[in-house]
């Protein structure tokens, strides 16, 4: 008890420094700028929200989540957004985790003093065992809805408390709570998604703009003596947002997800990271990272699912917006015996790119992105030629414009019903994808994408086509019809465990351009 409470006071002050660097660098106010900067880039209002909380169980310890969420911000009082819940330092819980989309109402009610509820709705897994996995997770889908007060300190950052009720469907989970919080404000700058792949018309709006970096890494772990049943390399696809508060450090957040050795394997890393300028196409980034995830003690020994990772890469720039990385480093959990090496692969995009050399528009174009929010339901599912029940699941894609034409896209899902009985049935995807150029006056904007990935059993290739119906320049309904199927190639999927389905989704899209 000693050990956990001392790892739980190491992870509070973790983010009570976070929340200090972020809120000194990314609450920024809007200010009165140049007609024409006006004309093609706008402030977007947006919050961090991290709760934790300590849930009961009837047959077992108490499980802690901890709750990380990115809410956009849609009007005076109202958010949107998706986020995830996982376990730190109680119980022998590594490798449980859930996504969620949220909804977010928040007002003041007397000075800082403020009055905050909403709902999350979202599935995951996870546990000790595939067994304690059903008891902990029922079929997967859970909600939870809280109602509390909070208060907003002169720099911004809110603290409160919550009335919590967190509840799984047919599962041991289903209990209501107090819950603590703290709420990081974010505001910057996006350019308006007509202005994608258009030169900009003023430096102003690059130079004033914060440099991001999205990463897409092969990542791979290598295990130092492990004690639990899986004992060979993890490969693993790894996903890293990077948002820089100055021109050396950054926040980031990491979602890695296992292909082969522990498939669907997990874990979700943020902290702060450094980048150093060895010459003009060679950085060396040094990050430190906090989080959870694993699979299960029994298979992988993350304990309570705590994670500390840190970690080196050296960046080679091919020009201002692509690099590749090599990377290395330490990922271990102090509450169980998992300890591992690790060495990766990466390439980076560079969302926007902080080139203190620019002295002209001449070479400088609007990069568009997308977000999509989208449940979807794969039906007609095979199983190894066998018919299985319907799969559904919560989605969030993010595309990036290689060009007009192009892009580039990510998908990340989670299934909140069962799949061959137990919870946790998740995909993660990456890809290519073709679209018609985007004409203002046309509402219909259409794609075709391929994408790769993995789920609980190996490897599988989803191809799909699916159209965007504009609703405003920021926002537009989606719908996306496709095709799952495993890859049987070499040892890429488990030998009898082949899938087929077909997949339909509908959701919004938020849509945006940056420099």
């Avoid at 956990?4 to 200010?31: C, G, P, R």
């Avoid at 995951?124 to 208060?151: A, D, R």
Wanted: proline share 2%.
């Amino acid at each position: 008890m000693k050990t956990h409470y001392k790892l739980f006071t190491l992870v509070v002050f973790f983010y009570m420094e976070v929340a200090l660097i972020a809120s000194k660098s990314l609450s920024s106010k809007t200010n009165d700028i140049e007609m024409l900067e006006k004309q093609t880039q706008e402030y977007v209002n947006a919050m961090i929200l991290f709760d934790y909380e300590i849930i009961p169980l009837t047959n077992n310890s108490s499980i802690d989540l901890l709750g990380m969420h990115y809410l956009q911000q849609l009007n005076q009082w109202l958010y949107f957004g998706v986020g995830a819940h996982a376990p730190l330092v109680q119980g022998d819980y590594g490798g449980f985790m859930t996504f969620d989309v949220t909804v977010h109402a928040q007002k003041k009610i007397y000075n800082n003093l403020f009055i905050n509820a909403g709902v999350s709705l979202g599935g995951g897994g996870g546990g000790s065992s595939v067994s304690q996995s059903t008891e902990l997770s029922g079929s997967g889908g859970f909600i939870k809805s809280y109602i509390g007060l909070g208060y907003e300190f002169d720099n911004n950052i809110s603290v409160g408390i919550n009335y919590t009720n967190f509840k799984f469907i047919d599962s041991q989970i289903d209990n209501s709570q107090a819950d603590i919080f703290v709420q990081i404000p974010l505001s910057y700058k996006v350019g308006f998604y007509a202005n994608a792949a258009k030169r900009a018309h003023s430096l102003h709006d690059f130079l004033n703009s914060q440099e991001n970096i999205f990463t897409l890494e092969l990542n791979n772990l290598f295990q130092i003596e492990p004690t639990a049943a899986v004992k060979g390399m993890i490969n693993n696809f790894s996903f890293q947002y990077s948002h820089f508060l100055n021109t050396n450090s950054y926040l980031f957040m990491e979602i890695e997800i296992g292909y082969k050795g522990r498939p669907l394997y997990n874990h979700i890393i943020h902290g702060l990271g450094y980048k150093t300028l060895l010459t003009h196409r060679l950085n060396l980034y040094t990050q430190l990272g906090l989080g959870s995830g694993g699979y299960s003690p029994n298979d992988i020994d993350t304990g309570s699912g705590l994670l500390i990772y840190p970690k080196m890469s050296l960046e080679y720039l091919f020009d201002d917006n692509m690099g590749v990385a090599l990377s290395g480093g330490y990922l271990f959990a102090p509450t169980g015996t998992s300890k591992n090496y690790t060495a990766g692969i990466a390439l980076n995009y560079h969302l926007t790119h902080k080139n203190s050399s620019v002295s002209s528009t001449k070479n400088l174009f609007y990069k568009g992105f997308r977000c999509t929010i989208f449940p979807q339901t794969e039906f007609k599912v095979k199983l190894n030629g066998k018919n299985h029940h319907n799969i559904n699941m919560m989605g969030v894609q993010f595309d990036g414009f290689i060009n007009d034409n192009f892009y580039y896209s990510t998908q990340v899902s989670v299934a909140y019903n069962d799949f061959k009985g137990f919870p946790g049935y998740g995909e993660a995807l990456f890809g290519i994808g073709v679209q018609s150029k985007y004409i203002q006056s046309n509402k219909f904007q259409n794609f075709l994408q391929l994408l790769i990935g993995t789920n609980v059993n190996g490897i599988i290739f989803k191809p799909s086509i699916a159209t965007n119906y504009s609703l405003s320049d920021r926002y537009a309904l989606y719908a996306q019809l496709g095709y799952t199927t495993s890859v049987e190639v070499g040892s890429l999927y488990r030998k009898n465990q082949s899938m087929r389905a077909y997949n339909l989704g509908i959701g919004v899209t938020y849509r945006f351009s940056l420099l």
